[in-house]
């Protein structure tokens, strides 16, 4: 779900090179990259809730996921999502699993299969100070293009309201119908998206 008007991932992050160490009076301060696209740890989970509590629980009063459960799926599977960080601090994440059936089910809010083909992307969000400025949509082209590079990864699904469907069919994915997950009083689509042409991009580019 997300709260953006919202490939596989190759985290394109920026990294400190060590320095040869200078005299005295004259080393130079480290500073933190000014964008870092990554996958998630255990440790960033406080900041992914973060985010995600003021996102979704201010639109529609729930959120997809707690403060546990995002532990748990960051232990289980990290290389399943990303966050962007601006000078250290996490400005927008995608968080996914793996799931093994056609289509998700009320299951499918609370298990990682690992030998699933499907990256179920379970949450997206942006901090409120950044929405507004397409960081949404420019971290799902990266994500998308991290899972191309996944092999065991063939199709990407997400669920989210009738408002957002236009907003993720920009991105390759196509309605296949009412999801089978409620929240609540909540409906949701779920919205499916084939892996394969960045499967072939990547094969046809050797990389």
Same mark, same amino acid.
């Given at each position: 779900? /997300? *709260?953006? /008007?919202?490939?596989?991932?190759?985290? @394109?992050?920026?990294?400190?090179?060590? @320095?040869?160490?200078?005299? #005295?009076?004259?080393? $130079?301060?480290?500073?933190?990259?000014?964008?870092?696209?990554?996958?998630?740890?255990?440790?960033?989970?406080?900041?992914?809730?973060?985010?995600? =509590?003021?996102?979704?629980?201010?639109?529609? +009063?729930?959120?997809?996921?707690?403060? @546990?459960?995002?532990?748990?799926?960051? *232990?289980?599977?990290?290389?399943?999502?990303? !966050?962007?960080?601006?000078?250290?601090?996490?400005?927008?994440?995608?968080?996914?699993?793996?799931?093994?059936?056609? $289509?998700?089910?009320?299951?499918?809010?609370?298990? %990682? =299969?690992?030998? !699933?083909?499907?990256? %179920?992307?379970?949450?997206?969000?942006? %901090?409120?100070?950044? =929405?507004?400025?397409?960081?949404? /949509?420019?971290?799902?082209?990266?994500?998308?293009?991290?899972? !191309?590079?996944?092999?065991?990864?063939? =199709?990407?699904?997400?669920?989210? @309201?009738?408002?957002?469907?236009?907003?993720?069919?920009?991105? +390759?994915? $196509?309605?296949?119908? #009412?999801?089978?997950? *409620?929240?609540?009083?909540?409906?949701?689509?779920?919205?499916?998206?084939?892996?394969?042409?960045?499967?072939?991009?990547?094969?046809?580019? +050797?990389?």
């Amino acid at each position: 779900m /997300s *709260t953006q /008007s919202t490939y596989p991932l190759e985290p @394109e992050a920026s990294q400190l090179q060590p @320095e040869t160490p200078k005299a #005295p009076g004259h080393q $130079r301060r480290h500073t933190l990259p000014a964008n870092e696209f990554r996958c998630l740890t255990p440790e960033d989970a406080a900041s992914v809730f973060e985010i995600e =509590r003021e996102a979704f629980i201010s639109v529609l +009063g729930i959120c997809p996921l707690y403060l @546990e459960e995002i532990k748990h799926f960051l *232990t289980l599977c990290p290389e399943l999502s990303m !966050g962007w960080f601006q000078e250290g601090r996490l400005v927008a994440f995608i968080i996914g699993s793996l799931w093994d059936q056609e $289509r998700l089910t009320q299951e499918s809010m609370t298990l %990682h =299969r690992p030998g !699933g083909h499907t990256a %179920h992307l379970r949450a997206l969000a942006v %901090h409120h100070t950044f =929405r507004g400025q397409g960081k949404g /949509s420019i971290l799902m082209w990266r994500f998308l293009h991290h899972l !191309g590079r996944q092999p065991a990864v063939r =199709r990407a699904v997400l669920m989210c @309201e009738d408002a957002l469907v236009p907003f993720y069919q920009k991105f +390759g994915f $196509r309605f296949v119908g #009412p999801c089978a997950i *409620t929240l609540g009083s909540l409906t949701f689509n779920e919205l499916q998206r084939s892996m394969w042409d960045h499967a072939s991009r990547r094969r046809n580019s +050797g990389s």
